[in-house]
């Protein structure tokens, strides 16, 4: 394609909306523009990169042996009703009626709507196991939209579903999937890790999110340098730390005292001496929960040690039905319990739905606690002595520092864009929704399912985002809208011209996806527009190397030029390709899966 005619604007300046690179170079390379909030037009050149990735995304799920479907966006509410989740989705969920009062969803994911397909198809045994997918766009009324693409309300995402006969066979469902989600992003060139993860509002059981390291990454991940143990926070464990603690110690007397001005642990700290690890705060919500004819709130208290974060996924796995949780007002735990906000503690504590203390908790001894009343607390509290619990879960926040639960070594933190996730989900849906099947012993089973996504459009910025610098996109040659751009530097001079042009049809013979920058634009302009959108190649062709018959390749990841003879300029940019593009596809075949892991082409070969 000529630049002059193509459909582009670059812009120099930052938009003022964008907070992160990979959003402010979209914007300014001319990739996306923006049309409501969290919603985005994908231009020409975005458009390029987005079935880049599709496209690798296609050829890896059919390695994988998954067939591609195309379900509907419109999905009837009636589905999601039963299987609970048209209240369980919440606000994100973007609902419709139509012109009947008929109430619809737009498609988040699809679990309800392909295991109702697939209830009605699959009747015996021999018809599993099989896995579809798709690559279709995606509703989200997101709380809070940003990044561009990274947190859109509309957005591009692969989306798959495995069908087994049984745990075992899902299991490997499970890691063929894995595997082909290694070799997707590899080939796309992105640095990355599966990390352990919460199974969210899917639901299911074992899970692993795939990360796309990045500074900014709005997943907080903790990995273990030692033995490779890696997790999002949200879930993260670290349970060895319990064997020690506080050994040999015994359980001293309850005793109150007098605490003027103390309302919070670090005043508590300061006023008693007790270390903070021998201190316990208690954190009250309000939690929503779903019931048949909605929603209904409660308060629940949340006891943590002093020197803990509480982690409020845990503290919603840990409460059947709930949908989310937010901290509750001075007012609100006042008038439910009667404690006043920086003195409420375990002991005698009233007016609550419920209690859940933190693992710490239950084996720590002699904490610090509130009274329950102004200007009091309790020293030496133990839990079955002095207080109880309604349940002991692990609800602390898990950092840099704790020890890993496989190994012991020292956590490390990380941060992580999410840009894939796979999931275990068992018979949860197939029950739901009837999804059985005849097996070979005569027996009327249901079907055992695994799920998997990828944010297509959110891999492009994630990509972006590990590769740039100051003056643009670094695109990695797997997905870059085009390989190269061929700029000749003075448009008046026909014989340069002629030059370019011939160098730019030969390299399109020789399949580079190549420009040709024939603007009538200062060289200064025509660098700064290649290096803005970042192609990994730019073919210079100028009056001085012409002199000497060449021009010049520079390489923008590597910033180096190097001088070839004109005949031979577009030979070697397409070896340069090639070379490049093997060098990622020799990076998806090196992935390895985790030990102990196999796939389901291995059990049905
Ligand atoms: P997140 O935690 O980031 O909100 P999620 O866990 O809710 O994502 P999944 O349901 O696992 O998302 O969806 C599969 C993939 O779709 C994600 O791994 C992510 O790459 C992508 N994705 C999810 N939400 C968005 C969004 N709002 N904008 C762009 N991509 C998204
Ligand atoms: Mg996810």
Not at 77 to 95: D, H, I, K, V
Not at 174 to 197: D, N
Not at 309 to 327: D, H, I, S, W
Not at 337 to 346: K, L, R, V
């Amino acid at each position: 394609m000529r630049l002059s005619q193509y459909f582009f604007t670059t812009l120099r300046e930052d938009p003022a909306d964008a907070e992160i690179a990979s959003h402010r170079l979209m914007i300014r390379a001319g990739l996306i523009r923006k049309a409501a909030a969290g919603i985005y037009t994908y231009m020409p050149l975005g458009q390029r990169a987005v079935m880049k990735v599709s496209q690798i995304v296609r050829e890896e799920m059919e390695r994988a042996g998954a067939l591609e479907v195309g379900l509907p966006i419109v999905q009837p509410a009636e589905l999601w009703f039963r299987t609970g989740r048209w209240y369980a989705y919440g606000p994100e969920m973007w609902r419709l009626n139509d012109r009947h009062g008929r109430q619809y969803a737009l498609g988040p994911t699809h679990e309800e709507i392909i295991t109702d397909l697939v209830a009605g198809e699959v009747k015996s045994w021999r018809q599993l196991p099989f896995t579809l997918f798709q690559i279709q766009l995606k509703y989200r009324d997101e709380v809070r939209p940003r990044f561009g693409v990274m947190r859109a309300r509309e957005f591009l995402m692969k989306d798959a579903y495995s069908f087994d006969r049984d745990p075992e066979g899902m299991e490997a469902s499970y890691w063929t999937m894995y595997h082909a989600y290694q070799r997707i992003f590899a080939r796309v060139g992105l640095t990355f890790g599966a990390v352990e993860a919460d199974s969210g509002a899917i639901g299911g059981s074992h899970t692993h999110e795939f990360m796309a390291y990045a500074d900014y990454g709005e997943a907080s991940l903790v990995v273990c340098p030692a033995c490779g143990y890696a997790a999002n926070v949200e879930r993260a464990t670290s349970s060895p730390r319990f064997q020690s603690l506080y050994p040999g110690e015994g359980e001293a007397p309850l005793t109150r005292i007098p605490t003027p001005g103390v309302r919070t642990i670090d005043d508590l700290v300061a006023f008693s001496g007790v270390p903070k690890d021998h201190t316990a705060k208690i954190l009250f919500y309000e939690v929503t929960f779903a019931v048949p004819e909605g929603e209904r709130t409660e308060l629940v208290a949340a006891l943590v040690r002093g020197d803990a974060e509480l982690n409020e996924v845990k503290l919603l796995n840990a409460l059947p039905g709930a949908l989310r949780a937010t901290l509750a007002s001075r007012e609100a735990v006042l008038s439910a319990t009667g404690a006043p906000f920086g003195s409420a503690g375990p002991v005698g504590l009233r007016g609550v739905y419920r209690i859940l203390a933190d693992e710490e908790i239950a084996r720590g001894k002699n904490f610090a606690v509130g009274a329950n009343e102004e200007d009091w607390h309790y020293l030496n509290a133990n839990m079955g002595r002095d207080f109880t619990a309604d349940a002991v879960v692990d609800l602390r926040l898990v950092g840099a520092g704790d020890r890993c639960p496989k190994c012991g070594e020292a956590l490390q933190a990380r941060r992580g864009i999410e840009v894939g996730q796979v999931f275990q989900l068992g018979t949860l849906y197939s029950e739901k929704l009837g999804a059985y099947f005849l097996d070979q012993d005569g027996q009327q089973k249901p079907i055992w399912m695994g799920c998997y996504g990828i944010g297509v459009t959110r891999t492009v910025a994630a990509a972006i985002e590990q590769s740039h610098d100051e003056k643009g996109i670094i695109w990695p040659y797997s997905i870059a809208p085009y390989h190269a751009i061929v700029v000749p530097l003075h448009n008046e001079d026909p014989s340069l011209m002629a030059t370019a042009e011939g160098i730019y049809r030969e390299m399109g013979r020789l399949g580079v996806e190549v420009l040709l920058d024939d603007r009538d634009e200062r060289a200064g302009v025509k660098f700064s527009d290649a290096d803005l959108m970042g192609f990994p190649l730019r073919v210079t062709v100028g009056e001085r190397s012409l002199r000497e018959g060449q021009v010049e390749i520079f390489h923008r990841h590597t910033g180096q030029v190097e001088k070839v003879p004109v005949e031979k300029a577009a030979s070697h940019a397409a070896e340069i390709v090639k070379r490049e593009l093997e060098k990622l596809s020799r990076r998806a075949d090196e992935e390895v899966l985790p030990e102990g892991a196999r796939l389901a082409a291995d059990e049905r070969a």
